[in-house]
């Protein structure tokens, strides 16, 4: 299917800094932070992706990019094709409608002062879509499809009414009011209790079924990622570690970093269900961490000759495999398949 | 869909209003700030409101020019004046009913200016931030420091008297930094908050962000400090009466109080001197006390989520 | 009279010197404008020495109200309906103030909700730790308080290089292991810790968890664990009681829990939640909210959400049913084997 190739958003050696204020009681010193650094991602249209990585990676920092909240330092990010940096005014307007995002605090993304009507119907307002009594049928379509039933109770509601996973709820019709191309959602059931996250998930698939909607799904968690996601790449400060489909990164990751995350999973006290990695030093080494690989700190495999000097690359593995780890090659797993 | 729904939902939205405000409300009126500052309001809204009455039943009770035929000088309290007359024999009652009413345009009006100068300026500079932000507040640093009550003396004494509606102008100019101050950092939290950002990755434009999400969230604060304006507009206009520099055509507390001293009738006359003092004082009272009601009910914590989150 | 008293549940009076902790009946509720809320509601659980025990359950449920009520540390608006807490055979509801306030720390430690946020920014973190420690054993010198810490930090993992470092110099990982220092340095029968690990990276989660259960098995001490995320305790934790709505519904052995789920809550939850292990399979989210805890539904609280629902369900007040001597279930419809 090679029509179904052409990517429909793409990550051009994306690099993001910020400069940090240095302050007198942190202690901390003014300088740079890189957020995300040469990130190079290429998400195929129509599937849910995966970025997974813990607070710090880099991963709601990719999103803001593909949002326009921000700005990249370096690098391009294209749309179809086309570079979204330099948009403005009609034209940036008409990316909006075309690329969304969920929130990933339902309890501060709704504004307080607006019914839940008027907050899904605003960017319908925005773009000057539709009208009168077609646009209040699919605000209210909408909220329906968002799981919430029947919209009509739930529009002339107000955020303070509503939990945490309703909110959320509506955050999503929100996102999906204007139909648009691709939707960033950044770790939406991280505020909610786990047990509301299976509601969400199922939501957002439903939607991806219905609209045929590109989805960029930020989590931290593998598992949630596994359930919902085609495709994942496994990013840790900044750097992107792995990239491969769910159920092949999950059960044959290549990057150490990888495998310890897959380690820190819960069992569920299934223990051998799962190899165990080990790849992780139980304390990390202490060393100025702006030379060589980001992992190298903590990696219990890593050789310093090579490890501490050298910044890996994403390079392909095995077909549709990246992995950007100076200990593989071709396709090898190093430290063997676990025990 | 059926015809009647969206009629059906417009009122549902409208009684919603109404369930918000009568929660509210009751929050409002269990405190007893909120009850003493509602019942005094009230009552002196009767007051101003009862104003109209005495010179209907009678010319001679009109405030500032009914004079009673057969009462020239200031007298006590009797059955026919309530409260005895001034030096010019006419009603102290029907002066204070007037006053009433007097004192609730000017503190009215006065803070109705002063906070949407206050909210626009301060939504402005915290909005936009940078240069806009800076050259506003240094402004409003530097009106800040400026006397109001000297700077109507001053013009007072440059163009004579002045008309009340001058001076309630001057008061809305000069009171506005203060409330452009709480405006802007109420506006500078908001605008990092989540909301805010979803709004503009919906392509909404600065001005949409302002007014329909900025400004609602910032009214409610906007409310809250026009009743303290209110007060001190009011104590303003009674400062600057007693002084003799308020509006000679205007009956107001401070004007009466300007008229017992002048006239020598300070220790003579407590029916005269009395009431407009004791008036001013609750009405600022009052105020105040509802604003510390109102501090409660729009008190965002109080927005419990219902059972079941 | 209802059936849910501890003693029903089947299990043979153990020999109390291994009993540590012993919950029986616990009821507790919260004065709010709207009414008496019955946040935790007949809840009878038993914790051995050297057994940990994860209290799991939705927000709102009554967990963490359960553990407030064990430290004697309910707010203002809070009451104990009834019910008895028995620690190492003593009622702390009984106690007073000072009793309790002797037995704080000294007996019962406990980790509060993003605890690393309330260590003092100005102190350096050995001072912090060195100070709760003489304020329960004044007769320690500085020198040996500062000897217990660096004991302490062996124990947690921690540099001992990093003792005299401000709090904002450690990262996530290390606040909440000084935390746990602080827990352990007056040697505490047991540790009630809610929520220890929210805000840490899913790495430094799992390294803590698995560090806490080595310390846990080392030490002997038994530690009350409280999460809404089962993932959590499922690995650290020898038992789990499920609650739900202030009622526990379901408690055993972790093996038991997991392995055979007895009420339909137990279940829901645990086909709502993500695994790597095994077969892809669909998430089979749970619908409805939580019922209201101020007029609480007669009969079964789970009910309008179970898939296994009958009418009988909302009138019968489910009583205890002992799937095996250590596991039992609050349900009228669940069956013995």
Redesign the interface.
Known sequence: MHEDDTPILEFEDVTKTYRIKGSM????PAGEVTALHRVNLRIKRGEVFGLVG???SGKTTAGRLIVRLETPGAGRILLNGEEISGLHGRRLKRYHRQVQMIFQDPYQSLNPQLSIYSSVVEPLLIHGISSGRDRRERVLEMIRTAGLSPPETYANRYPHQL?G?QRQRVAIARAMVLEPDFVVADEPTSML???????I??IILNVRKRFGVTLLFIT?????A??LCDRIAVIYRGHVMEVGSA?EV?HQPLHPYTQ????????????D??PRYNT?L??DRDIPDSVGCPFFPRCRIARRSLCSREVPVLRPATPGRFVACLLVEGGAIPGGNGH | MANGQPTRDIRAQRSHWLAHFMEGWSVFIQNPLGKGGIVLIVLFGLMAVCSVIPPWIDPMYRPMTGVDPDILCSTSPSLRHWLGTDFMGRDIFSQLLAGARIAFMVGVSAAFMTVVLGTAIGMTAGYMGRFVDTLLMRLADIVMVMPTLLFVLMLSALFGQLNIWTIVLIIGLFRWPGVSRVIRSQTLSLKQRPFIEAARVAGASHLRIIFRHIMPNVLPLSFLYMTFRVTSAITIEAALAFLGFGDPGTVSWGMMLQWVWKTGHMFRAPYWLLPPGICISLITLSFYMLGRAMDEVLDPRLRKEE??? | MNDQRARGHGQPEKTEPDVLLRVEDLSVGYRTR?GLMRAVDGVSFTLNRGRSLGLVG???CGKTTVGMTLMGLLPPNGQVLGGRILFRGEDLLLKTEEEMRRIRWNRIAMIFQAAMNALN?VQRVQAQIAEAIRTHRPELSEQDALKQVEGLFQLV?L?KNRMRD?P??YSGGMKQRAIIAMALSCSPDLIIADEPTTAL???V???ILEETRTLQQDLGISILFIS?????V??VCHDIGVMYAGQLVEYGS??EV??DPGHFYTQA??A???????E?RD?????G??????TPPAGCRFCDRCTAFESECRLVTPAWVDLSPTHRVLCSRCLSP
């Open positions: 009681f942190g202690g901390r813990e607070s710090g939990s996973g209790d786990a047990s509301y996250s299976a509601q998930f199922n931290h968690s593998l598992a949630a596994r359930y159920e999950i310890a995350l897959i380690d820190a999973l819960p069992k569920f006290g299934l223990t269900a799962m992780l139980e304390t | 059972e079941g989150s | 709207r939705e927000s709102g920014p993992n540099p401000y904002h110099q990276d899913v790495i989660q799992h390294q809404h995320d089962i993932a959590i499922a690995d972790r093996e997991f392995g939850l645990l709502s939640y993500p695994t790597i292990t095994g892809k998430l089979i989210p749970i619908p909210e939580t019922p209201s805890l101020v």
